[in-house]
């Protein structure tokens, strides 16, 4: 979790906890970035291995 996520969970300022700004991405998206870069450099490590 981001330290501004933290911070806004923390703040009675009316939003509820877990919701998400204009600015910032969706944790499910997050995460999807993140796997589909696992698979690009398991492709690249894969394909160097090739070449070799």
């Known amino acids: 979790m981001t330290e501004s996520t933290t911070n806004r969970q923390k703040s009675n300022s009316g939003m509820k906890a877990g ?8 944790e499910g ?17 894969i394909l160097s291995a090739a070449r070799a």
Not at 21 to 26: A, G, I, K, S, Y
């Open 29 to 45: 998206i997050l995460d999807q970035v993140s796997l589909a870069g696992a698979r690009f450099e398991h492709m690249m490590s």
């Open 19 to 26: 919701a998400i700004m204009d600015d910032e991405l969706d």
